[in-house]
């Protein structure tokens, strides 16, 4: 079968193509005919080194996958052959609250841009039955982020999301369908439209409005949003605490930005908010938003597929910012 790994971190150039054994599935393990992967900003970082858990040298990059069971080990009772399946972002993260010990792909274990894969059954999920697996793909990581950011909102609440990547899309999919009122910022005109057309109620620039926190305040009669996906860290940040509704709640997905705003403690104080770290989400949590999908039929928003001879070019267009959706290599 073909492998893609790292054979070091810095620069694309280390990801190497290799042929290796085909694997065969342990007791309570799966193999995995691999059919799609998704990248994320994540896989940037792992790229580059930068990512803030230790690597490990030679690594099988990506975390998120969809495939079909192709053989079964002993002992397994969750699935049968021909079953298609999605991967869980943490493989032995179960349910429950997040712990120390949560593992991950591309750091404790091989990820998923090869062909075939063995995992314990324990750490896959069926795949949506409407989805294609270039769309069921793009679950584990990025929908299921937006999931737990969204975590107790209610029909009826206000969200507020930044941007148009992977979380920021799936997170106006996954509020319009719980009913939520959905305000949506870009710094690109053209996608306005996009944004409006996925869901969003209200969509503005933020580049012609640094201070938009007034503005967003203005959209809920000065009340502010119940529920802020902030995606930017130090250069939204401030204007988030200024956008927050009394009692609300700011979900802190990462640090896509990279200057920094003062930030005022008074301000964070009299906020009267909770500000809550979101790192992705369990297996029960990916299968409660499985559920939502499946009954609501959503569908991914995909910008481009590559093919598996072309995962190079892959990363390539990830590292650019005027995209739409979510980068699929199809296996």
Not at 11 to 19: E, K, M, V
Not at 243 to 262: D, E, F, H, T
Request: aromatic share 10%; proline share 5%.
């Amino acid at each position: 079968m073909d492998t893609y790994r790292f054979t070091q971190y810095g620069s694309l150039d280390y990801l190497a193509r290799g042929q290796e054994p085909l694997p065969e599935p342990g007791p309570g393990q799966v193999r995995v005919q691999v059919m799609a992967s998704s990248l994320n900003f994540r896989d940037l970082l792992v790229m580059k080194g930068t990512l803030r858990y230790p690597t490990t040298p030679g690594a099988v990059p990506l975390s998120d996958a969809a495939g079909i069971i192709d053989a079964l080990g002993p002992g397994v009772q969750r699935f049968k052959l021909g079953d298609r399946v999605i991967n869980c972002f943490f493989p032995n993260w179960f349910g429950g609250p997040a712990y120390a010990g949560r593992e991950q792909y591309g750091v404790e274990h091989d990820g998923w841009l090869t062909q075939y894969k063995v995992v314990s059954a324990e750490a896959l999920s069926p795949m949506p039955a409407h989805l294609s697996f270039e769309e069921a793909a793009t679950l584990p990581c990025a929908a299921l982020t937006a999931w737990s950011a969204l975590a107790g909102i209610n029909a009826g609440d206000t969200v507020l999301t930044q941007g148009a990547g992977g979380v920021s899309i799936f997170a106006i999919q996954l509020a319009k369908a719980m009913g939520a009122y959905v305000i949506s910022s870009t710094s690109s005109d053209n996608k306005f439209d996009k944004l409006l057309q996925l869901g969003a109620d209200q969509v503005f620039n933020y580049k012609d409005t640094p201070e938009w926190s007034e503005l967003v305040r203005d959209y809920t009669h000065g009340e502010g949003v119940n529920r802020i996906v902030d995606v930017g860290g130090p250069v939204t940040i401030a204007q988030s605490i200024k956008a927050i509704a009394v009692g609300g709640q700011v979900s802190l997905i990462g640090s896509l930005g990279k200057s920094v705003q003062s930030l005022d403690v008074m301000d964070l104080v009299f906020s009267q908010a909770s500000y809550k770290a979101i790192g992705v989400g369990s297996r029960s949590d990916l299968e409660a938003m499985n559920r939502v999908i499946s009954q609501h039929r959503i569908h991914p928003v995909i910008d481009r597929v590559f093919d598996f001879n072309n995962a190079h070019e892959a990363y390539r267009y990830l590292q650019q910012r005027d995209r739409f959706g979510k980068i699929v290599i199809h296996h």
